[in-house]
């Protein structure tokens, strides 16, 4: 995913199930955390189009979405998402 950083909004989307090495080649511009029951996909997207994109393909693995945030441009860390407490 191309762009500059001030231009780019950064999602958090959270999956039911561990599924970080079924997704880690396909979603390669994200990062892919999974603990605990749930993954954790952290990505930085242009515009809707790239983020409906990304989501287009979790649904090609008929995983199940339990959220979807978007975040300040500064937050990017999966491992405090997957921390302590869950």
Do not use: K
Request: proline content about 1%; hydrophobic content about 40%.
């Amino acid at each position: 995913m191309s762009g500059t950083d001030s231009h780019r909004r950064r999602y958090r989307i959270i999956l039911r199930g561990e599924c970080q090495q079924m997704l880690a080649g396909a979603l390669e511009e994200a990062a892919v955390e999974s603990g605990h029951g749930w993954t954790c996909i952290m990505a930085s997207v242009r515009d809707e189009s790239e983020l409906y994109g990304l989501l287009d393909r979790i649904q090609e693995f008929a995983l199940h979405i339990v959220s979807l945030n978007e975040l300040g441009s500064d937050v990017f860390r999966p491992q405090a998402v997957l921390g302590n407490g869950w």
